[in-house]
């Protein structure tokens, strides 16, 4: 019966690959350019003569990230996802020959906004045109497709910390956006190939003028007031961005629920399978980033490695993910998604109780033994949100939910970076990571429960993907 099972799932249509693998190398550069800049932090720091500020180079990517996912989603869906896929790369190349030459460290933040911006579009992008192909083909199961651009995502994050400490240690930090470029060739020769052409769509500028703008800078003050306000604890509270956050919070949401073609759809949100993932997705985002950013900064100031080095440990981290991806693929065809996240919160939970263990003189071995335990959520994680998301998603608002799922892992992306400025201030480097691993492991904790006892989980969007 299994056997049959596993023969009906080969014989089925699934999304070729000349249509997955121009999409994957442009959704990789997200992931590239957040785990390269890990390494880079403490020589951009020196080279400009930075203090707390250098931590906006993580957060206004993600911020920007944040509101373009949903933004670059929407022009998708209007525009059509090929236009929007190659305008993305078009602002990434931009950015990336302009930073090298920054003058000062706010022009650079600007400059990694921008990249930001950029990269928010690849993603939302290729999801809407693998969701319109499997859907014109009856492909009724696209984890496949999924699973490419999770493995592309993870082999960027395994390459982005050691290619970036050569990169840094022998050319300089400026070289870490100039590697942009011959990736966004060669997605730009495969895209032009294989990549179909955006259908024909009527009243394009009338429904260019319905996106909404008081919608799109309203999320950009709320997230930015949030974010302002999470980085002033490591200092001087700034207690009056609170209210002020929350009071944004609120006008949003009114606004985006009384507006005709809002740009946060929240009646996406009201489908409960759709809002747990997304809220899954950014507490799993969170302890990722605590860890992916955290780690290589105790590696360099506290246990005293040279940059390379630093971003060799942690190699395991994510080349495991990259292995873990193919399993995890292939465990959702045949078991459903519960199995991934619950094997990836307790690989979590595992990882970050070993994290804040580690001291000064913890061997080299032990220290990639435990990048490699912190490697196998990744991949779990991965597969089971993005299917998750893709299953409860309408077909007609796949680039939508897509970027919203985008933006709840930059909304954790953003919370991690000023958790780290926490957790670092006032202590030594060694005592700030285990504040990490504290926090890590509480949250895998969260995951790990939710996971077993989630009624979404068992229910329709476990079968709907099978």
Not at 27 to 46: E, K, P
Not at 158 to 174: D, E, K, N, S, T
Not at 325 to 354: D, E, F, K, W, Y
């Amino acid at each position: 019966m299994r056997s049959n099972a596993r023969q009906d799932a080969a014989r089925a249509p699934k999304v070729p690959a000349k249509l997955v693998v121009p999409i994957a190398f442009g959704t990789l550069l997200q992931a590239l350019n957040s785990s390269m800049i890990a390494v880079a932090l403490v020589g951009i720091r020196s080279s400009f003569h930075a203090g707390a500020s250098v931590s906006w180079l993580i957060s206004g990517l993600y911020l920007a990230t944040a509101v373009g996912a949903p933004l670059m989603g929407r022009l998708a869906d209007i525009l059509g996802p090929r236009k929007v896929f190659f305008g993305g790369l078009a602002i990434v190349a931009i950015s990336s020959v302009l930073a090298p030459f920054a003058p000062n460290i706010g022009v650079l933040i600007a400059l990694r906004v921008l990249l930001g911006i950029g990269t928010a579009a690849p993603y939302p992008a290729g999801i809407a045109m693998i969701r319109a192909y499997a859907d014109r083909h009856g492909i009724g199961n696209a984890v496949g497709g999924i699973g490419v651009l999770a493995i592309a995502g993870q082999v960027a994050v395994a390459l982005g910390p050691p290619l970036g400490g050569l990169l840094v240690q022998f050319a300089g930090w400026q070289s870490i956006f100039l590697v942009n470029l011959p990736l966004i060739a060669v997605a730009v020769f495969f895209a032009v190939r294989y990549l179909p052409a955006d259908e024909q769509r009527s009243g394009v500028l009338r429904k260019l003028s319905t996106v909404d703008g008081s919608g799109l800078v309203l999320f950009t003050a709320t997230m930015s007031a949030l974010m302002l306000f999470l980085l002033s604890l490591a200092e001087t509270p700034q207690w009056y961005l609170l209210p002020i956050t929350v009071l944004l919070g609120v006008v949003l949401f009114v606004r985006e629920r009384a507006a005709a073609r809002p740009f946060l759809d929240l009646r996406l949100l009201t489908d409960p399978s759709l809002r747990a993932t997304y809220a899954r997705t950014a507490l799993t985002y969170v302890a990722f980033y605590l860890i992916f950013y955290g780690m290589p900064s105790w590696l360099e100031s506290g246990r005293g490695l040279d940059t390379g080095l630093a971003g060799l440990v942690m190699l395991p981290l994510a080349a495991l993910g990259v292995v873990v991806v193919t399993i995890a693929s292939r465990m959702q065809r045949r078991n459903g998604i519960r199995p991934l996240l619950v094997i990836g919160s307790t690989g979590l939970l595992a990882g970050a109780c070993l994290l804040a263990l580690v001291a000064r003189d913890t061997p080299l071995a032990l220290l990639f033994g435990v990048a490699a335990v912190l490697g196998l959520p990744n991949g779990f994680n991965s597969i089971g949100n993005q299917s998750a998301v893709y299953a409860a998603a309408p077909a007609e608002q796949a680039g939508a939910a897509s970027g919203l799922y985008r933006t709840s892992q930059y909304i954790g992306a953003n919370i991690a970076a000023a958790v780290i400025e926490l957790a670092q201030t006032g202590r030594t480097p060694t005592e700030g990571m285990h504040v990490l691993g504290y926090v890590v492991a509480g949250i895998g904790a969260v995951l790990l429960v939710t996971a077993v006892f989630s009624r979404q989980l068992r229910g329709g969007i476990n079968r709907s993907v099978q």
